[in-house]
Each structure stands twice: as structure tokens, then as C-alpha cells.
């Protein structure tokens, strides 16, 4: 794990109903030169008519583009049965690995029982479909469901023994909450690779909503920025977009095992964030890191 450099993926998700799925083909043709370590397309929670979208999609980013796609799968609203249909469509499409989730759950449909939490999934996977590569979700502030930081970790601990072998992050503005939580992880004795979630602010109700659902909490320099530029896009882009440039340029200097961009199917703007940081991006882990990893320094967490 110490000599590793930080990989850097994106995740897209499936065009509305009223839009062509090939319509994604314009969001993949606009990623092309950034090579990412792979793409990841999400899944809804049930009732959205997507879920075989993401599949697809998954099969052209790895066939068209050769570029490893991470299917995402979500199991709230999922009976045993139709995640064996899932796991058969993944093999016939020849996709082998998924983002292993228990998905938000929706007030208007009544979840099924099979499937209470991503871990109960992850193990199903690991019994019934040994090939898959799994990964899971994590909240450097903690998922909004949970009682408290140590049992949201404990909680991510399990999904790593029952199978998953990394970690993508929900997204957070401030990197210090992140090595904290990472920190955390490590005195968990959670092992498996940990990837930043990065979102580019580019309008100010769209972060409101997401941090309403996510939980996410922005610092006064992110806010002032949006105050600021709210009536005006084009500033409050650039300024959203130099925002996460300086958030992934210090997360790549900390040697963190990965980025994901959760790039909103905006291709433009995953390039411009990849030319700004694909040097640093490329360069060896430092020392430091190495040492982080071996002697977990003493924080106030208490695990
Ligand atoms: P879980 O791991 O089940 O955790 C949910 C809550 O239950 C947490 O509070 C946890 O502490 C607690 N918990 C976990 N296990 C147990 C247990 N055994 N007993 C008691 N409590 C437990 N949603 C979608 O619908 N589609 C997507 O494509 C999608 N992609 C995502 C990608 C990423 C990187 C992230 C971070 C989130 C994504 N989500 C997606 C959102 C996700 O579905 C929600 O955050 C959901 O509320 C929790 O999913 P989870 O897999 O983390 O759940």
C-alpha cells in the first residue's frame, strides 16, 4: 500500500428518462485524454428505470473506451432474486466490479427485506459472485443515519470484512475533516484503499440540495464563494472549480490513495481540473505518507 500513487476516477451517472442513454457517449468522448483508473456510473435506488442504464454504460466505458468501469448496485429496494438478475447481466456484460451500496431509501416505495445495509449485500456478492472486485461507500462526516463517527466506522470495518477491498467517500469541502476520518480508519484498522470524493461547486442550488441529503458541511471560504458569485455563473464556476483544484492539488500532496470526481456528467470541467493536477498526480508517494501509515499519530478520535 505505501508505494502506491493516488489514482484518479470519475463517476457519471445514466441520462434522465426523457434523454437517450447514448447520450453518454458525449460525456465519455469529452473524458477522452484523461485515462482515468476507471469510471464509475451509479444506479438508482429503485423505481427510477435506470438500473439496467448503468450496466450498459459500464460495458461501453470498458469495451469503446477501455477504460475499467465500476458499476454501482444499490440493494434497499432489491429482493435476493433481483440481484441474481443483476449479478447475470454483470457477467454477461463482463463487468467485474461494482460500488456496493444500500442506496437512500425512498419514502414512496416499501423497501423489500432481504437487504437492510450495503454489508449484507457485500456478503451475498462475495458468496454468490466471487469474481466481482468490490467497493463500498464512506463518510469522512460521518453518514447522515448515524448515531455517531465511531459507529459509522465500525459499520464501515464490517463492509471491509465482509468483502469490500476499497472505498470511494462520500464528498466533503474540507480536507482537514478528511485526514481526520482517515486517521480514524486507520486506528479502525481499516486496511483496504480509501478514495476522496471531490464535487466541483458550480451552482449554488445544487450544493445546497446535495449537502441537504448528504449531510456535507461547507467552511466559510466555500460559502463566501457562493454568496459572492451566486448571481453570477460564470465566476462562481471558475471559483468552484479552483476550489476543488486546491482541495485535490492538497489531498495528492498528502498522498491519499485516490480522487473521485464526481464530475456531473460535465466533461469540461473534469478537464480542466485533470490538466491542473495530472502532474502531481503522476509523481511517487512521499516518505511522509509511508510514515503516516505505520504510526498513526495520536488524534482526539477514540475508537
Ligand atoms: P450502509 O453501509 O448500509 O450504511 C447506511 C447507514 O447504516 C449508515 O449510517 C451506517 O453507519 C449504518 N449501518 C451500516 N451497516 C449497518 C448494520 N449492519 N447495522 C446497523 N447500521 C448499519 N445512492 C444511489 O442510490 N445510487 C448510487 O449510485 C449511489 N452512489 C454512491 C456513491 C458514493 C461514493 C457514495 C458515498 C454514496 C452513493 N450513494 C448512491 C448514496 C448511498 O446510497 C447513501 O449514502 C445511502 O444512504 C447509504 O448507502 P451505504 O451503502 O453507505 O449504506
Known amino acids: ?58 460495458r461501453v466505458i470498458s469495451e469503446n473506451y477501455h477504460i475499467p468501469s465500476v458499476a454501482h448496485l444499490t440493494c434497499v429496494n432489491s429482493a435476493r432474486e433481483d440481484i441474481d438478475e443483476v449479478i447475470a447481466q454483470l457477467r454477461e456484460n463482463h463487468i467485474d466490479s461494482v460500488l456496493a451500496l444500500r442506496g437512500d431509501r425512498n419514502p414512496n416505495i416499501e423497501p423489500k427485506d432481504d437487504f437492510h445495509h450495503a454489508s449484507e449485500l457485500i456478503a451475498y ?44 467517500s462520500q464528498l466533503f469541502f474540507n480536507n482537514d475533516d478528511y485526514y481526520e476520518f482517515l486517521e480514524k480508519t486507520q486506528i479502525a484498522g ?42 453570477d455563473p460564470e465566476s462562481l464556476r471558475e471559483a468552484g472549480i479552483a476550489y476543488a483544484i486546491g482541495q485535490i492539488s492538497d489531498l ?31 509523481s511517487r508517494p512521499s516518505r511522509a505518507r509511508v510514515q503516516l501509515l505505520r504510526e498513526p499519530r495520536t488524534v482526539n478520535a477514540q475508537i
Open 1 to 58: 500500500m505505501s508505494d502506491r500513487r493516488t489514482t484518479f476516477s470519475i463517476e457519471v451517472f445514466p441520462p434522465k428518462n426523457d434523454t437517450p442513454v447514448e447520450s453518454i457517449y458525449s460525456t465519455l468522448d469529452g473524458l477522452s485524454g484523461i485515462a482515468p483508473d476507471f469510471i464509475s456510473c451509479t444506479y438508482g435506488a429503485g423505481g427510477n428505470g435506470t438500473k439496467n442504464a448503468t450496466i450498459d454504460i459500464c
Open 190 to 231: 481499516i486496511k483496504s484503499p480509501i478514495e476522496a470524493g471531490i464535487m466541483p461547486v458550480t451552482s449554488k442550488k445544487s450544493v445546497m440540495r446535495m449537502i441537504s441529503i448528504c449531510g456535507a458541511s461547507l467552511p466559510k471560504k466555500l460559502t463566501r464563494i457562493l454568496n459572492k458569485y451566486e448571481d
Open 125 to 168: 456478492l462475495r458468496e454468490n459472485a466471487p469474481e466481482l472486485h468490490i467497493s463500498a461507500a464512506c463518510y469522512p462526516e460521518t453518514h447522515v443515519d448515524s448515531r455517531s463517527a465511531v459507529t459509522d466506522i465500525y459499520y464501515m470495518k464490517e463492509k471491509e470484512s465482509c468483502g469490500a477491498e476499497r472505498f470511494i
Open 252 to 282: 495528492i500532496a498528502n498522498d491519499v490513495d485516490g480522487i473521485h470526481l464526481y464530475a456531473m456528467n460535465k466533461p469540461d470541467i473534469a478537464q480542466q481540473i485533470y490538466s491542473a493536477v495530472r502532474n502531481q498526480l503522476s
